[in-house]
């Protein structure tokens, strides 16, 4: 069965630090990729997807990530995090076909400080 | 980009009650609806498939005669708690896929007393 896995689970940075967040998933298909992000309070957004292509994706808030195939890996990164940027981030997987569910790893909470 | 509504945001029940949830895609049609179910500081667990015109399709380990899902038109999912008891307390969130990308509604916090 699909498996997504976040090795960390909660991560602490001061502002202006790098950031990794790891996620890998098992299948042997084509997948499509997500990074969701929810904030304190608030619903699921989208902060970036992958789907085919460059597998280097930018996406909302200065975020990108990187698909490697043969790792079966979409790690997340931001160069300089903000403390806006506190919140629980998901990586997400999804067969590439229509009519399909998300498969959530189990989220990493980020917590920046000032 | 597409928007998805759930109503209502919060609810409170007593124990034994019924709850009905509603998703709904505002500005496009969706053959194919998600219901999700989180817990406090947890991820996003698939509780079903929902889809316009035939039955859900359940995920191992949830009760289909508990939660009832009718997709009754392309634009509406209802998840139904029947017979709710504190265990059910959860947020529920719904979500629409179209062209290959989902969009989340704002989720349902259900208390059950």
């Known amino acids: 069965a699909q498996s997504v896995s976040q090795h960390n689970h909660h991560v602490i940075l001061s502002e202006a630090a790098s950031l990794e967040l790891g996620c890998n998933y098992s299948?042997?298909?084509?997948?499509?990729l997500f990074w969701y992000v929810q904030y304190p309070g608030q619903h699921l957004q989208l902060l970036l997807k992958?789907?085919?292509?460059?597998?280097l994706v930018k996406g909302i808030k200065g975020f990108e990530a990187e698909f490697i195939k043969s790792k079966f890996s979409f790690n997340l990164r931001k160069p300089s995090v903000q403390w806006s940027d506190t919140a629980e981030y998901f990586c997400a997987v999804t067969l590439n076909q229509a009519g399909t569910a998300l498969i959530f790893g189990k989220g990493t909470t980020l917590s920046v400080s000032s | 980009g597409a928007v998805v509504s759930q109503h209502p945001s919060r609810v409170i029940c007593k124990s034994g009650t019924s709850v009905k949830i509603e998703c709904r895609s505002l500005d496009f049609q969706a053959t194919t609806m998600f219901w999700y179910r989180q817990f406090p500081k947890q991820s996003l667990m698939l509780m079903a498939t929902?889809?316009?015109?035939?039955?859900?399709?359940?995920e191992q380990g949830v009760e289909k005669d508990k939660f009832l899902i009718n997709h009754a038109s392309l634009t509406l999912s209802t998840l139904t708690v029947t017979s709710a008891h504190p265990e059910d307390s959860s947020f529920y969130i719904c979500s629409a896929n179209r062209g290959g990308e989902q969009f989340f509604g704002p989720g349902t916090r259900l208390t059950v007393l």
């Open positions: 299948y042997g298909g084509t997948v499509n």
């Open positions: 929902s889809n316009e015109g035939s039955k859900a399709t359940y």
């Open positions: 992958y789907f085919s292509g460059d597998p």
